[in-house]
């Protein structure tokens, strides 16, 4: 069974920093591209930050253009695990954080392109 779990939301202050991490299982996702969303509510699921594979043990990171500088995603393949480094977060990052799983080449970025999704975990900023 494949499941993808998130942890490490909650409550911070404007400014503060949170680590979220998604810990995959049930497959090999070596080769798969791996990516945050997050969705607030009335908006759409939108892309955070991804890493894609572009072979070997290299993955290529890519962003939203807004979430640029701020949020940093790594991946470490050998625990099958995928993370979101966000600092400098504002009252406007209050959502709900996604991990998910496409196997898609190319960068997928869009809700529909990934396959597996994790349950979501809850950041709220505080102003």
């Known amino acids: 069974q494949v499941q993808l779990i998130e942890s490490g939301g909650g409550l911070v202050q404007a400014g503060d920093s949170l680590r979220l991490s998604c810990a995959a299982s049930?497959?090999?996702?070596?080769?798969?591209?791996m990516g945050w969303f997050r969705q607030a509510p009335g908006t759409e699921r939108e892309l955070v930050a991804a890493t894609n594979w572009i072979g070997a043990s290299t993955y290529r990171a890519y962003y939203a253009d807004s979430m640029k500088g701020r949020f940093i995603i790594s991946r470490d393949k050998a625990k099958n695990t995928l993370y979101l480094q966000m600092n400098s977060l504002k009252p406007e990052d209050t959502a709900v954080y996604y991990c998910?799983?496409?196997?898609?080449?190319?960068?997928?970025?869009?809700?529909?392109?990934?396959?597996?999704w994790g349950q979501g975990t809850q950041v709220t900023v505080s102003s």
């Open positions: 998910a799983a496409s196997s898609r080449s190319g960068t997928p970025s869009v809700r529909n392109e990934y396959d597996y």
């Open positions: 049930g497959r090999a996702f070596s080769t798969y591209a």
